[in-house]
T-cell receptor, first 117, second 113 residues
């Protein structure tokens, strides 16, 4: 069965510094997709970045990058130059294999990031 | 750009009542998902639709049902509400092309008293 593990319930980072949020996953399917979502206190789920299992390069989107280490089954999110607005809950998610589903997401428990001024 | 629309944004119901949540996906997205997020929890998949046909079921109680209509909007119907149904209910949509990232609506916060 697919599983996502986020071991950091909470993290603090100083404004303008970089921070890494950890995510490990478990799957037996060779084709999979990994996602990161941001959930501010207002509740909405905001898509940040995607990494496919066959992608040769790590994904980047602005200040977000994904440190994808396939052999270690890890997909850590790196946020550079943290801003106060980055304070939120961050969820790592994996897409269910297409063979048996339409790709619904399985989420980790999340990491609450607090950015200090 | 158009986003996923959900209504209502907030809903308060009493135990044993019924509730209907609505979702309007992003235009041209062919797949809709419903998720339930309890307080302090991660979102849990409930049910999905592809091209107006039910596709997958997750941990959706038998008291809940959902459908997708000809205009692609979807409704989640919840009956015999229980206190434990209090949660944030998300609708997400995507297109099967590309990486398949799901775009979430703002959610409906349901409180059962």
């Amino acid at each position: 069965a697919q599983k996502i593990t986020q071991t950091q319930p909470g993290m603090f980072v100083q404004e303008k510094e970089a921070v890494t949020l950890d995510c490990t996953y478990d799957t037996s399917d060779p084709s999979y997709g990994l996602f990161w979502y941001k959930q501010p206190s207002s509740g909405e789920m905001i898509f940040l970045i995607y990494q496919g299992s066959y992608d040769q390069q790590n994904a980047t989107e602005g200040r977000y990058s994904l440190n994808f280490q396939k052999a270690r089954k890890s997909a850590n999110l790196v946020i550079s130059a943290s801003q106060l607005g980055d304070s939120a809950m961050y969820f790592c998610a994996m897409r269910e294999p297409y063979g048996g589903s339409q790709g619904n997401l399985i989420f980790g428990k999340g990491t609450k990031l607090s950015v200090k001024p | 750009a158009a986003g996923v629309i959900q209504s209502p944004r907030h809903l308060i119901k009493e135990k044993r009542e019924t509730a209907t949540l609505k979702c309007y996906p992003i235009p041209r997205h062919d797949t809709v998902y419903w998720y339930q997020q309890g307080p302090g929890q991660d979102p849990q998949f409930l049910i999905s639709f592809y091209e107006k046909m039910q596709s997958d079921k997750g941990s959706i109680p038998d008291r809940f049902s959902a459908q997708q209509f000809s205009d692609y909007h979807s409704e989640l119907n919840m009956s015999s509400l229980e206190l434990g149904d209090s949660a944030l209910y998300f609708c997400a949509s995507r297109t099967l092309t590309g990486s398949g990232e799901q775009y979430f609506g703002p959610g409906t916060r349901l409180t059962v008293t």
